[in-house]
């Protein structure tokens, strides 16, 4: 039979599969406070008898990230990680420092299908989608390591969580669970490129979390030509299934805009956003855009990026310039980068 994946489950289903295999429920509870710990074995697991060990060795696996790399921002105390799997795949995680606490930025995918040009994670292949499991244990390490709680998570590193839809919603209940990490929704944002069909089911759990959609351009011509989705699901596909994600759970939607000097960042681009998102429960986040190696793409200027905020503000549009953090570790990662922040706007 094979092992269950022991991280990605619920207490409930636990206590449920124990009672199965006629082990006693106050088991799952004892067990559950370890995984909650972040414990990668049975063995960890103190007040657990040996032979309990080797009968739930025999049924589940736990499938955690392990360290293999960090990299420290001497400028603020950013810490970009770098995870190993347990197949040799590698993802990466960041953790943030705040006034308010502290926030991890998490992977769902190692790698992306989606081939935003922008984007150093779209120019790698896409090897596969992580398991829940794996999403909390990018927490549970960052926090183990640093001997800190973390109060907030974003979906904001490799991968599209939306393209590893049920284990990215499974992570969600299991991170946000009293019995779990006990993150509360409001606290949580989910980026995506734009799966649409997608953004219709995710409004329909009513979740209280923020929906960030990667929009970068203000048109179809622009955003044909650097985000290959955009072909599957238009710019007006994307902001209809925005406002029905507003309407349904009352959230505001976050737009991120990267600025890409000569590209995206004209006054007319600015003119022609703020009449697409008129009357959206919305909020903008200007990036200047991260050059890579694999693209030609410049930061705009910020000269340039002041302005553009400043047109879309006096044009109704609620925005902020994203503050970058860790600027001294950016040019080492893979792609997570200066994007990420939750801060001032929720
Ligand atoms: N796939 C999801 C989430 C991961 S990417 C998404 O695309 O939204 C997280 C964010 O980083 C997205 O807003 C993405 O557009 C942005 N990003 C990717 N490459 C970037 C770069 N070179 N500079 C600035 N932001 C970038
Ligand atoms: Fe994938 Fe997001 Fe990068 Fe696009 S920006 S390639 S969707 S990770």
């Not at 509870?29 to 909650?36: A, D, P, R, T």
């Not at 955690?64 to 795949?89: A, P």
């Not at 994307?238 to 505001?252: H, L, P, Q, S, V």
């Not at 879309?312 to 980068?337: E, K």
Request: net charge positive.
């Amino acid at each position: 039979m094979a092992l269950k994946d022991i991280k990605s489950m619920t207490l409930s289903e636990l206590c449920a599969d124990f009672t199965d295999n006629s082990i006693e429920k106050y088991r799952a509870k004892q067990v559950y406070e370890w995984i909650k710990k972040g414990v990668s074995s049975f063995d960890e697991m103190t007040n657990i008898s040996l032979t309990m060990r080797e009968v739930l060795k025999r049924k589940y696996i736990f499938y955690d990230v392990q360290i293999e790399k960090k990299l420290v921002s001497r400028k603020d105390g950013t810490v970009k990680y770098l995870f190993g799997l347990f197949d040799g795949g590698f993802i990466e995680s960041v953790l943030m420092k705040y006034k308010y606490g502290y926030c991890v930025c998490i992977s769902t995918q190692v790698g992306c299908k989606m081939g935003c040009v922008f984007c150093a994670t779209g120019k790698d292949r896409f090897l596969r989608n992580l398991y829940p499991s794996e999403m909390i244990s990018q927490i549970q390490k960052i926090q183990n390591d640093n001997n800190i709680k973390v109060s907030r998570v974003v979906m904001m590193g490799m991968g599209e969580p939306l393209d590893n839809y049920d284990n990215s919603l499974r992570f969600l209940k299991l991170v946000s669970s009293e019995d779990g990490l006990n993150i509360g929704m409001r606290h949580i944002s989910l980026s995506t490129c734009g799966v649409v069909d997608k953004i219709y089911l995710l409004a329909r759990e009513k979740l209280q979390l923020t929906l960030s959609v990667s929009l970068h351009a203000p048109n179809d011509e622009l955003r044909n030509k650097i985000m290959p989705i955009n072909r599957k699901w238009s710019i007006g596909d994307i902001i209809k299934a925005c406002r029905y994600y507003a309407e349904n759970t009352g959230r505001r939607i976050s737009f991120e805009y990267a600025m890409i000097d000569g590209l995206n960042d004209k006054k007319e681009n600015a003119l022609e956003l703020s009449r697409l998102l008129k009357g959206i429960l919305c909020h903008v986040n200007l990036i200047p855009v991260n050059s890579i190696d694999e693209s030609s793409f410049k930061k705009s200027t910020t000269n340039k990026i002041r302005e553009f905020c400043d047109v879309l503000i006096d044009n109704g549009v609620n925005t902020t310039i994203r503050r970058t953090l860790g600027p001294d570790i950016n040019a080492s990662c893979g792609q997570l980068r200066q994007r990420i922040m939750v801060e001032k706007e929720q």
